[in-house]
């Protein structure tokens, strides 16, 4: 048992051992992405695609740029990055809207280019009947688009570009990932799910796509893999794709620590400080509880490692509840007392 004035040992403890864990984690995500930098070695603009949605387009986009940066740092070059047809976007300004992930590298990676070249097309609500009806043209979004290319090609180094969903995502306005990559000449590097038979079945898919447009499918990237089977992965993947002549130039683990959320994650989702324990921001958890019951005799409230548990802060009797001593001293669960 801890002693009273060394409450904060396990604590820190914790603390240090899960942002050990997740730094290895990404150092390793980073790794895989440093051993694909080789695709981008012979151009300076590269598309990345997917063969669907949350497939991992922005996960190695984000390792790109900032593997990019750091092999750029102390010369004038400069890295840019491109969203050109966008779907969930947000507001940065008066009359201007971007898409989430422009936003995102714009903001994290301190870009310099300007937010209508980082996305100079988004598909709002109701976008696909105004152009059937006619309101917009796919010319006059191309042109969009190829001009913001052009303004970034000139100003940067390097150019990641980040396509929307599947590779046909954008077809029924004529301008889906593949037609923006052959308008712009652009190669592409593609993301596909761990796995063989049905991953690669989607990856052909998306390839004949690239093809009739006479887009270069430059290497294939798999994401999540089964850490178990990655050896066995990476070697049938890599024979399958030999008679494309298409390179296997990473393979992703599934880490499940890599997807859990920090406290920080939490407090920006629910617009919200952390009130204590700022320096275990970065702590993560395998499960989340909301929890509003009032808790009595007849529902006490047992804890369960590593989960944490959301409650509004007039929920006393929920605190009251736990064996609050022992949460401090050996780390059970954490509470999170959300202002609202």
């Not at 209508?116 to 006059?140: A, C, E, L, N, Y």
């Not at 954008?170 to 990559?181: D, K, M």
């Not at 407090?267 to 395998?286: E, Q």
Request: charged residues 20%; proline residues 4%; glycine residues 6%.
């Amino acid at each position: 048992m801890w002693k009273k004035g060394s409450a904060s040992r396990p604590h820190h403890h914790l603390k240090r051992r899960s942002q050990s864990r997740r730094r290895r984690l990404l150092s390793l995500l980073l790794l895989w992405v440093l051993q694909s930098l080789y695709v981008v070695a012979m151009t300076n603009h590269l598309l990345v695609l997917s063969t669907g949605q949350h497939v991992g387009k922005t996960t190695l986009s984000l390792g790109l740029v900032k593997t990019l940066q750091a092999k750029f740092q102390g010369t004038n070059k400069l890295v840019a990055y491109c969203k050109p047809v966008g779907q969930q976007h947000v507001p940065v300004g008066d009359n201007l809207r971007v898409d989430k992930d422009a936003y995102l590298f714009k903001e994290h990676f301190g870009l310099i280019q300007h937010y209508k070249d980082m996305s100079p097309v988004i598909f709002p609500d109701g976008f696909t009947r105004d152009f059937i009806d006619g309101k917009v043209t796919s010319q006059q979004l191309m042109d969009s688009i190829r001009a913001a290319h052009r303004n970034l090609y000139d100003q940067s180094d390097f150019v990641i570009c980040e396509g929307t969903g599947h590779t046909g995502v954008g077809s029924i306005c004529e301008l889906n990932n593949a037609q923006v990559a052959a308008e712009l000449k652009i190669d592409a590097v593609c993301v596909a799910l761990g796995g063989l038979g049905s991953s690669f079945d989607q990856l052909a898919m998306n390839r004949e796509m690239l093809k009739q447009n006479n887009v270069r499918l430059r290497g294939v990237v798999l994401n999540k893999v089964n850490p178990k089977k990655m050896d066995m992965i990476q070697d049938y993947y890599s024979r399958a794709l030999k008679r494309w002549d298409v390179p296997l130039v990473g393979c992703i683990p599934d880490l499940k620590d890599l997807s859990c959320p920090t406290m920080a994650d939490y407090a920006k989702l629910l617009k919200s400080d952390l009130i204590s324990g700022k320096d275990a921001s970065l702590r993560y958890f395998s499960s989340t509880r909301l929890a509003l019951a009032p808790v009595d005799g007849t529902n006490l409230f047992k804890a369960i490692p590593n989960q944490l548990v959301i409650t509004v802060r007039s929920t006393n009797c929920l605190l009251h509840g736990l064996p609050i001593a022992s949460l401090q001293f050996i780390g059970i669960c954490s509470i999170a007392v959300v202002r609202m």
